[in-house]
């Protein structure tokens, strides 16, 4: 095997695993709904987050767990105290999602002293438990994607998915299509003299 005939087959198998790789990459991004807001917040010189997590009505919610997370990856948990107050350390600057109950914030935490003038010291978080009446259904903002990823049922991203693939594969064809016909032109016999 020649070294020109193993250049188009490294990129048949660079085409397709950047066809399928950035469909991920895409998904992810996708995923994030376009009316999601960010909360700027000011975290303290030492990179706390802190806030307090109260229902609709006012009440604190004490022994809550508030999970921190950066994408898929959790970053860090806590539980609020007696008066619902929470204290989450060693934070850097950046974008989180902070979840409580089924309740999530997007967030843009920023380190001390980069802080835009409007953003808060502290994040407050209003949330309750859903409560779900046997005659009702519950409300399509909580209902959660069967799967995550590639088979995920966001229109946008199955269509992106099947467009990256059917590229992928097209160009593979085409690429496996051109090496056979520059098999079949090696494969000649010289002519006699």
Not at 42 to 57: E, H, P
């Amino acid at each position: 095997m020649t070294v020109c005939s193993r250049i188009p087959q490294a990129l048949v198998v660079l085409v397709t695993a950047t066809s399928l790789l950035s469909s991920q990459v895409l998904l992810s991004a996708a995923q994030v709904p376009a009316s999601a807001r960010a909360t700027d917040v000011a975290l303290s010189a030492t990179g706390t987050l802190a806030g307090a997590v109260v229902d609709t009505r006012g009440h604190a919610r004490g022994k809550t767990a508030v999970e921190v997370r950066r994408g898929r990856r959790l970053v860090a948990r806590a539980l609020t105290d007696v008066n619902g107050r929470y204290a989450i350390d060693n934070l850097p600057g950046g974008l989180y999602q902070v979840r409580v109950d089924g309740t999530e914030t997007l967030v843009r935490a920023w380190a001390a002293g980069t802080a835009p003038r409007t953003a808060a010291k502290q994040l407050p978080v209003i949330a309750d438990a859903l409560i779900v009446r046997g005659q009702d259904d519950p409300p399509a903002a909580t209902a959660e994607p069967d799967s995550e990823g590639l088979f995920s049922r966001s229109a946008i991203s199955s269509g992106l998915v099947t467009a990256l693939i059917v590229g992928g594969v097209v160009g593979t064809i085409l690429i496996i299509d051109k090496l056979d016909d520059d098999a079949e032109d090696d494969d000649t016999p010289p002519a006699s003299p």
